[in-house]
Nanobody, 127 residues
Framework: QVQLVESGGGSVQAGSSLTLSCAASGYTGSRVVCMGWFRQAPGKEREGVATIGKGDGTRYADSVKGRFTISKDSAENMLYLQMNSLKPEDSGMYYC????????????????????WGQGTQVTVSS
């Protein structure tokens, strides 16, 4: 069973940068291919932020294009989200997710596609 643990969240001013990390474990002998970052603000639905798949193909939500970069270290089973030029509307709980067995090159941004989730890390951006 895959376990995901996020880290790197915090409270920052608008315009700042943060890098989130997600460590995947429990997937002995295999690599996690399709992974993504999602976020959820209070009172709002969980939304896809960025995903990465086979061949490091990526997909981004329109709201973060040009500001966020998703990357992964497959050998270390680590996923990252570099967030630049943060805005107050980027605030929320950020979750890492994966779908075991997925081999898509540009995985879906839909949260229902993913089967395994971390506990989340909070990002708060103040104006």
């Amino acid at each position: 069973q895959v376990q995901l643990v996020e880290s790197g969240g915090g409270s920052v001013q608008a315009g700042s940068s943060l890098t989130l990390s997600c460590a995947a474990s429990g997937y002995t002998g295999s690599r996690v291919v399709c992974m993504g970052w999602f976020r959820q603000a209070p009172g709002k639905e969980r939304e896809g932020v960025a995903t990465i798949g086979k061949g490091d193909g990526t997909r981004y939500a329109d709201s973060v294009k040009g500001r966020f970069t998703i990357s992964k270290d497959s050998a270390e089973n680590m996923l990252y989200l570099q967030m630049n030029s943060l805005k107050p509307e980027d605030s929320g709980m950020y979750y890492c997710a994966t779908r075991v067995g997925c081999v898509a090159s540009h995985p879906s941004l839909g949260s229902t596609f993913y089967t395994t989730w971390g506990q989340g890390t909070q990002v708060t951006v103040s104006s």
